[in-house]
């Protein structure tokens, strides 16, 4: 199939056109507005070289917040409350620390100058938000994603200590499921997160899962 350059239009082609690999479209911008039709149409960004890439992979990976799974040391963790645990403290810097921390077998970040810069607008505007675990006053581990509707859309998370983003993550997913988020879009798989319970859905049952879970 085609691979679709997008325009000044708001728009994007139907997710079913996508490659197999789930590549949908390039060009574009990362305007607030086109960023969040994106994510309720079941589409995302993720940079290649100067292009924006837009993807909606089929299966997707996902997470329902009932579904997650605390393995024993991260439980212990959690019981004692090793690390001190915030939402929306310190946005700019854990998308910072997710853009330039180091990851085994990852050359670079998709994560450019202008990614940052869209995303941080976003929490300006209520739509981005971060989970932030810290110890002793220092940032050491966290995630940012999109939150519409009673869905969650993870980003990216960073760890500076052993187990500081397994903890973030999951303080996070608790209070999501205190707020009534249903369901949590990994976008991609990784054994990280099956780990704690993600699994794969069909592309057409995720999307019919965002119909039912954002309002119009």
């Known amino acids: 199939m085609p691979l679709f350059a997008l325009d000044d239009e708001l728009k994007f082609p139907p997710v079913h056109l996508s490659e197999p690999d789930g590549l949908l479209a ?9 960023l969040i ?14 292009d924006i890439l837009w993807w909606s992979p ?10 997650i799974k605390i393995n024993k040391s991260v439980n212990t ?3 004692r409350k090793e690390f001190d645990f915030t939402i929306n ?10 853009k330039e921390i180091k990851r085994p077998g990852q050359e670079g970040t998709w994560i ?8 941080c607008k976003l929490h300006e505007l209520g739509y981005a938000h971060s989970a932030e675990v810290w110890k002793e006053g220092v940032l050491v581990g966290g995630l940012y994603g999109i939150r519409i509707g009673k869905v969650f859309f993870g980003e990216s998370m960073f760890s500076k200590r052993n187990h500081a983003s397994r903890y973030a993550f999951i303080r996070f997913v608790q209070f999501l499921q205190d707020e009534g988020v249903q369901l949590i879009d990994c976008q991609i798989y990784t054994e990280y997160l099956e780990s704690m319970g993600a699994k794969m859905i069909d592309r ?13």
């Open 26 to 34: 390039l060009g574009g911008d990362l305007s607030s507005e086109r």
């Open 37 to 50: 039709l994106a994510y309720k149409s079941g589409i995302f960004p993720w940079y290649e070289g100067k």
């Open 58 to 67: 089929n299966p997707r990976f996902i997470l329902l917040p009932k579904e």
């Open 77 to 79: 963790l959690l019981k």
């Open 89 to 98: 403290i310190a946005f700019k810097e854990v998308i910072n620390h997710c």
């Open 112 to 119: 450019t100058d202008e990614v940052e810069q869209a995303f």
């Open 204 to 216: 057409e049952d995720f999307i019919q899962q965002l119909i039912k879970l954002i309002p119009e």
